[in-house]
């Protein structure tokens, strides 16, 4: 009985682990790719010519802005159904699954 108890606490503790890792590489590669792309590099691509933006925002902005936030609901609840229902993240190279 008691090793079946130990045994239980075991695989426990090691799903726990790998959700953790789970949720660690996800967390990576959300900042790695998405946030290479859309904020990295079009930083150091604007950055020699000293762009900056307007001081008084219009609805354009605004409509921009909001165009945004749903794209990143979107970004972040398909890493989500990732990390839960496909057992994955948004890298190929740590892909769970056989092509």
């Known amino acids: 009985m008691r090793l079946a108890q130990l045994r239980i606490k075991s695989l426990t503790l090691a799903s726990m682990i790998e959700k953790i890792w789970l949720g660690v590489r996800?967390?990576?590669?959300?900042?790695l790719f998405p946030g290479t792309?859309?904020?990295?590099?079009?930083?150091r691509?604007?950055?020699?010519?000293?762009?900056?933006?307007?001081?008084?925002?219009s609805l354009t902005?605004?409509?921009?802005?909001l165009v945004m936030?749903?794209?990143?609901?979107i970004l972040f609840t398909c890493i989500w159904e990732f990390a839960r229902f496909g057992r994955g993240t948004?890298?190929?190279?740590?892909?769970?699954?056989?092509?």
């Open 61 to 65: 902005q605004y409509g921009a802005l």
């Open 45 to 57: 691509m604007l950055k020699p010519i000293n762009i900056q933006g307007p001081k008084i925002w």
């Open 90 to 99: 948004l890298s190929l190279l740590m892909s769970q699954g056989n092509w």
């Open 26 to 31: 996800s967390l990576a590669m959300t900042v």
């Open 37 to 43: 792309v859309a904020v990295y590099i079009p930083y």
């Open 69 to 73: 936030g749903f794209g990143l609901v």
